[in-house]
């Protein structure tokens, strides 16, 4: 399937889910949902530069020289992810400039999620669904990683806990947000959804059950962040890698903070508890 730059408004519409296709350092697929599209158009070519008692030869040149320029197509669309507290939609903008011949919609940067092949619906549905009940989860979850980690790439097998809110606290500055789009000319967006409205509708707070529909969890973050009990860091890790282990209860019940969980699973570990 294939598709004209100037046909691409077609493509994308508000509301719809779009994927990130085979990215570059084989990043996880992101699925998000489109808040508007712009540009795409011909810019205006202003009358001004063409005198009125111009000879016919010079106008033709003039008009050849100054031809309308065509601008870049943008797409503004967000996913779900989690600041510490609650769920929080965070905004992306993805820029595809002109090109002349057809392209293959899979070539493209990001596309709608219905031309997707190397990844399934259903897929990102159940690991959002592994996303939202690991940063759901009030306390640290232990859990067993076998894969890599995101950032290093570094090979990991064996026992983390997985503790956003934990992993917040201590470096604030990673906190996801929704961020508004800058300033645009209205007639330039073939279509528009009031970041107001996306955050009313998206962002909610975990305070147990999360009442996130299926379109919802397809568009949550892929990765999670964890302690790493092997390397004793923190590390970035994706979703699917992790399977979970569980907490010795009768400590769960004594250690109020995550440093205190964690010494005590080391404890436990060490003496074959």
């Known amino acids: 399937m294939i598709v004209q730059f100037h046909d691409l408004w077609h493509l994308y519409q508000a509301g719809d ?9 084989k990043l ?8 508007k599209t712009h540009g795409g158009r011909q810019k205006a070519v202003s009358s001004q530069r063409m005198g009125p008692k111009m000879d016919p030869k ?3 040149r003039s008009v050849i020289q ?13 996913y779900l992810d989690f600041n510490g507290t609650e769920l929080t939609p965070v905004r992306e903008r993805f820029e595809i400039k002109p090109y002349t011949d057809a392209k293959a919609i899979r070539d493209l940067e990001v596309y709608p999620i219905e ?6 619906p259903e897929e990102l549905r159940e690991r959002g669904k592994m996303f939202v009940d690991a940063v759901s989860a009030k306390r640290g979850r232990r859990m067993y990683c076998d894969g890599n980690d995101i950032d290093t790439g570094t090979d990991i097998n064996g026992e983390v806990i997985v503790d956003m809110r934990e992993f917040l606290k201590l470096r604030p500055q990673m906190a996801p947000e929704f961020t508004h789009a800058e300033s645009l000319d209205i007639s330039e967006i073939n279509d528009y959804v009031p970041p107001e409205a996306v955050i009313q509708a998206e962002s909610r707070a975990l305070d147990g059950e999360s009442d996130l529909a299926d379109e919802d969890y397809l568009i949550c973050h892929y990765r999670v962040y964890a302690y790493d009990l092997g390397t004793r860091r923190w590390g970035k890790f994706e979703n699917i890698l992790l399977q979970g282990v569980a907490w010795s209860e009768r400590f769960d019940s004594i250690a109020t903070s995550f440093s205190q969980r964690l010494l005590l699973n080391m404890i436990t570990k060490q003496i074959g508890v």
Do not use: C, M, N
């Open 17 to 25: 889910e779009i994927v990130t296709g085979r990215r570059k350092g």
């Open 28 to 35: 996880p697929t992101q699925a998000l949902r489109v808040l």
């Open 66 to 78: 100054s031809a309308p320029e065509v601008t870049s197509f943008f797409i503004d669309a967000f």
């Open 115 to 120: 031309y997707a092949v190397h990844v399934r």
């Open 58 to 60: 010079s106008r033709l």
